[in-house]
């Protein structure tokens, strides 16, 4: 019988003690996004800055490799986003990272990546991993917005249009 008052009076302090969950505005915490696409390009942009950062890799393909012994050509381009892009990129990558689009298709792992970022300071990042998904750009409305808003500012520069789907 003590046994079950016991029990009984430990659940209840249990259920007592445990909050729910608080869901809190985290659009002016972020400090920092990375939107890799397809291995080669990669957007660097702040939240305290005006100023962001593409770089674009030449490192050869599967078909076509470097050299032996030759150097990776880097090109670097500002960009600039005003703040309620910044805003609308970080809620398109986050709801991407917590709600993850599910492709149709399968590709090889040669074609269609997508690599997100959030930092949220030098002890917290989020993080999500698209691979073999054909275009990411039309995996969802999401992406395909994010791709839009990306392409409005950053021009010339191959992000994962019109891959192909097969090789």
């Known amino acids: 019988m003590k046994i079950i008052v016991f029990a009984g009076l430990l659940i209840m302090v249990t259920g007592l003690s445990c909050k729910p969950a608080v869901k809190r505005d985290v659009s002016g915490l972020w400090e920092r996004l990375l939107i890799i696409s397809e291995h080669d390009v990669q957007i660097h942009i702040s939240n305290d800055n005006d100023t962001s950062v593409v770089n674009v890799y030449h490192s050869g393909s599967f078909f076509q490799p470097l050299p032996k012994n ?20 970080f809620s398109l990558v986050q709801d991407l990272i917590t709600n993850p689009a599910h492709s149709k298709n399968f590709c090889t792992e040669f074609i269609g990546s997508l690599d997100l970022r959030v930092s949220y300071g030098e002890q917290f990042i989020q993080s999500a991993k698209y691979s073999s998904v054909c275009d990411w750009n039309t995996l969802s409305d999401k992406t395909k917005r994010l791709h839009d808003i990306l392409r409005s500012r950053i021009k010339n520069v191959y992000l994962g249009e019109k891959a192909q789907s097969s090789l």
Do not use: C, G, H, Y
């Open 70 to 89: 030759a150097k990776v050509k880097i090109d670097t381009l500002k960009v600039f986003f005003s703040k309620v892009e910044k805003d609308t990129i």
